[in-house]
Every structure is written in C-alpha cells, then in structure tokens.
C-alpha cells in the first residue's frame, strides 16, 4: 500500500514539473546550393545540375535558373548556358571535353553569391566485362558481379545502362519498363557498414538485352566524396551505421555536392540464353 502511495506522489510530482514551451521556427530554412557536376573525356555536351536543398523526404528540389555557369582551364574558359530555360540544368558547348594534365575550375554566380570548386582528372582503365546469371523463378537474368568493390590503387565508378526494348515480347512497352541504370563502385577502402549495408533490388532483364557498361576513373577526393555519400544513404540503415553529418565537397562554403572530372572507358555486350 505505501508503495502504490509513493508511485502515485512521484507522479503527481513529475506531472507538476512539466512546463509548457512555445519553440520560435523560422518559416524557411536557408536556401542551400546543390551542385551535381561531372565533366570527362567525351566530346559531347557536358550538363551541371543547380538545385536549391530541400526540407522533406521525397520532395522535388527546385531548380537554380538564371546563374552564370563556367568552366576554365590554364587555357580556356567555357559559359554554360541554361537548356533548357528554369529548368537548372547548364550545358557545356557540344565541342567540349575534358583533358589529363589539366586543372578545372568551376565558376557559380547566383544574385550575389559566388560558389567555386576546382578538380583534375586521372587516366582511365580497361577492364573485365560484367557477369550475369539466370534466374531460375523467372529465367529472367540479373547482374552478378561488375568489379571488386575493393581496390587499393584504382577507385572507379561504374554506370550500367541496361536496355531490353527490342528483346522479343518487349518491343511495345514503355520505356520505362524496358530500361534500367545502375551504380556500382570500386574504393580502396572496405567499411564496415559497406559489408553489412541492407540488401539492393536486383534488376531482372531477357535474353537479347544490350548492356553498356561504362568505367569513370576517380581522384582520391571525388572517391572520399562518394565514400561519405554511400555511409549516408546505401550503406545506411544496415547491421552497423554512422551518425548522420554533411558530406565533405570541394566546393566553396555555401555550396554541396561535388565538381568531378572523369576519364571514361566503355563496352557493350548482348546477353545470351545460358543453359
């Protein structure tokens, strides 16, 4: 009885102790600077993504327009325009590719802010065609292995476009469900949470589907960037996990993501029945 008396004063204690707080929230968090660009060797059309951060899962981020975009080296100067118009996406001319030996830097002017960030660019690889192995519940087939996702000397992102549109039975679907684009990456180093991060969703895809599959070579600071990117997202949420912190970036203050230049090599390769 005196152990429900005492149970019964210590809660009337603990409810006379709260107190109500009126927390002041700024309406609008500070607009922050998002910048996804990769230039390479290619002679193409090179795009930078400008996007403002947004303050919700899953919420579409509003596009930078207007912004004064360049790109120089030791020995030219590229404007980038904005194609198409508010859309935020800057587009080198169609001449333009980057080059070994040299160093980039990237030039952002929004109203009256300037973001800059510098790279440079290492020689790309050859490399070993990717695996794949049939399903035996759909006889559909799915990628099995790319590279080693460990290498000490040669860091590598690997881009996998995946395109059954004109395998037999799918010739008149939508594109969307005949086309697939995957990341996979090589890092010298081998973190925990890598090894033990939650399982990705296989791609299923037929016989007669055309797989380029295409290497980017990487500076050791484009690599950390990545590394940090996937201990915050892919890796997250697995048997051992970080704290969650901002991504490092090379780019000035204000400014997140990263400026990369990559050398790239490429093959193709159709995949056949396997008995």
């Given at each position: 009885?005196?152990?429900?008396?005492?149970?019964t004063g210590?809660?009337?204690?603990?409810?006379?102790?709260?107190?109500?707080?009126?927390?002041?929230?700024?309406?609008?968090l500070?607009?922050?600077?998002?910048?996804?660009?990769?230039i390479?060797?290619?002679?193409?059309?090179h795009k930078?993504?400008?996007t403002?951060?947004?303050s919700e899962?899953?919420?579409?981020p509003?596009?930078v327009?207007?912004?004064?975009?360049?790109?120089?080296n030791e020995?030219?100067?590229w404007?980038?325009?904005?194609?198409?118009?508010?859309?935020?996406?800057?587009?080198?001319?169609?001449?333009?590719?980057?080059?070994?030996?040299?160093?980039?830097?990237?030039?952002?002017?929004?109203?009256?802010?300037?973001y800059?960030?510098?790279?440079s660019?290492?020689?790309?690889?050859?490399?070993?065609?990717?695996?794949?192995?049939?399903?035996?519940?759909?006889?559909?087939?799915?990628?099995?292995?790319?590279?080693?996702?460990?290498?000490?000397?040669?860091?590598?992102?690997?881009?996998?476009?995946?395109?059954?549109?004109?395998?037999?039975?799918?010739?008149?679907?939508?594109?969307?469900?005949?086309?697939?684009?995957?990341?996979?990456?090589?890092?010298?180093?081998?973190?925990?949470?890598?090894?033990?991060?939650p399982?990705m969703?296989?791609?299923f895809?037929?016989?007669?589907?055309?797989?380029?599959?295409?290497?980017?070579?990487?500076?050791?600071?484009?690599?950390?960037?990545?590394?940090?990117?996937l201990l915050?997202?892919n890796?997250?949420?697995?048997?051992?996990t970080?704290?969650?912190?901002d991504?490092?970036?090379?780019?000035?203050?204000?400014a997140?993501?990263?400026?990369?230049?990559?050398?790239?090599?490429?093959l193709?390769?159709?995949v056949?029945?396997?008995?």
């Open positions: 009885m005196r152990r429900i008396l005492f149970l210590l809660i009337m204690i603990l409810q006379g102790c709260v107190k109500e707080v009126s927390w002041s929230l700024k309406d609008e500070p607009e922050k600077l998002i910048v996804d660009a990769i390479t060797d290619e002679v193409k059309m930078i993504l400008l403002y951060a947004v899962l899953n919420q579409d509003k596009p327009t207007g912004a004064s975009v360049m790109i120089s020995d030219s100067t404007q980038l325009v904005e194609t198409p118009l508010n859309s935020g996406v800057y587009g080198t001319p169609p001449s333009f590719f980057a080059r070994l030996n040299k160093n980039y830097t990237l030039l952002i002017s929004v109203g009256n802010k300037i800059t960030g510098k790279t660019m290492i020689s790309g690889s050859v490399f070993s065609e990717l695996r794949y192995t049939r399903n035996e519940e759909n006889n559909l087939y799915y990628v099995d292995w790319v590279a080693n996702a460990f290498d000490a000397e040669k860091a590598a992102m690997w881009e996998l476009l995946i395109d059954w549109s004109l395998a037999p039975g799918y010739e008149y679907l939508d594109s969307v469900e005949t086309h697939a684009r995957m990341l996979f990456y090589t890092l010298p180093t081998l973190d925990v949470s890598e090894v033990f991060a399982r969703q296989s791609v895809f037929p016989a007669g589907t055309i797989i380029t599959e295409r290497r980017y070579s990487l500076t050791p600071e484009h690599t950390e960037f990545i590394r940090e990117m915050e997202t890796w997250a949420g697995g048997l051992f970080i704290a969650p912190a991504v490092g970036t090379n780019l000035s203050d204000g997140y993501g990263f400026f990369g230049a990559c050398a790239v090599t490429e193709s390769l159709i056949t029945p396997l008995e």
